[in-house]
């Protein structure tokens, strides 16, 4: 008796979901590893480079500005070459990079290795969720794709951790610190080789029976393709500002750029921050937030899992303005209460991270998911990476509270823009989800009728 038909949005999990996301999980750690190394690496490379402030900022944020072109560039492309040869292509660059970073004997260097590095992540954060969205069924698509934030954390995490015992190797322990992300980052390459293009990409470019093949060979012999009509017009991305979708794009660069700006320039000086808050007690502090990233991350999974979308943003949002408005005014003799506030600002903030992950794969419709996904990140790391830049000569200049009222303010804006704008995509087929006009309000995506990619 032959087997009932699903539809790919409804397939079960198998092997090949499982390496797929463990293969993107990979490119995430990768992340997390190499912008987390940083903040420790400078500490020995301010003085013996005799970095200015403005250098420490440039430095810290060279990945993040290669992550903005990255997203932006590799992103449009994988939307016209396809998603698999990018999957591959970007992690050639971060290798290659990673290495060089050992001999670099100057600022300019090492700030155009990091930018290089950034530049195949960036690429990796457009096409990573894109394909992994397009393959995964929906009840596990959010818990899936929000589960990023908790691979980046223990990559930021395990930096750190390592960071601080390669310590002991002395003045040059930074080379060793910056090119230990060569070990995940080969491995990852060498496993990407060889995987297959996004079905729903081929189908949107005319090639059914390429993607017949391949969801039958990986997925299952009885699941039916979402539609089996190429797309009438090729996206293009200018598409991403039209009427109908301009919301949305101003909306999940908002909302992404809210929230990693502040974590990012936070949390890659963060043991400087604690020392000039007077928080810092040896390696107590730092080791107690730090952890509180991953219990937040693998928190936020449970979240994205048990309540809206649209709620869990907007209450983690109102949470992290009132904590973060807290640390910038509370006096340094309050310490007890600040360190409370600090920690609980930490768990939320890695908490909701998750979302930036599973939002914006579900905001944009094939054509233009991988561009889509990468505008949004390329703006939120142009903004990390100005905040990150920024960070260092604002409290040179200003003072500490100065600067976090600033990023305060930063989470007020997309506490605001949150509010009003925000979709709930719950539950919903990746067509229904990104189908909706603008012009519709997000309470009722819900109900959209579903539209063919």
Known sequence: MAKSMITLDDAPLNKFHFKMTALTFGGHFTDGYVLGMIGIALTLLTPQMDLNPLWIGLIGSSALIGVFLGSLILGRIADIVGRQKIFALNFVIIVLASILQYFADSAVELFILRVLIGFGLGGDYSVGHTMLAEILPRKNRGAILGSFSVVWTFGFVLSNVVGFTLLTLGPDAWRWMLVSSVLPASLILIMRIGT?????????????????????????????????????????????????????TAFNSIFYVCLVLPYFAIYTFLPSILDTMGLSEGFGTDLLLNSMLIIGALLGILFTIKFSRRGFLNGSFIFLSVSLLLLSVLPSGYSILMIITFTAFTLILSAVSNLTAA??????????????????????????????????????????????????????????????WAPETKSLTLNEASSTDDQDSSTKIASTKEIRV
Request: aromatic share 8%; proline share 6%; net charge positive.
């Open 196 to 248: 297959p293009e996004s079905p729903r990409w081929l189908i949107n470019n005319g090639r059914v029976d390429e993607a017949k093949k391949i969801v039958k060979k990986y997925i299952g012999q009885n699941i039916a393709l979402d539609d089996e009509k190429p797309a009438e017009t090729k996206g293009n991305f200018a598409e991403l500002f039209s009427k109908k979708m301009r919301k949305r």
């Open 359 to 420: 939002i914006p794969p579900e905001s944009f419709p094939t054509s233009v998911r991988s561009s889509g996904v990468g505008f949004a990140t390329a703006v939120s790391r142009l903004g990390s990476a100005i905040g990150t830049f920024l960070l260092p000569i604002s409290v040179s200049n200003f003072g500490i509270q100065s600067s976090m009222l600033a990023l305060t303010g930063v989470l007020v804006f997309g506490t605001i823009v949150s509010l009003a």
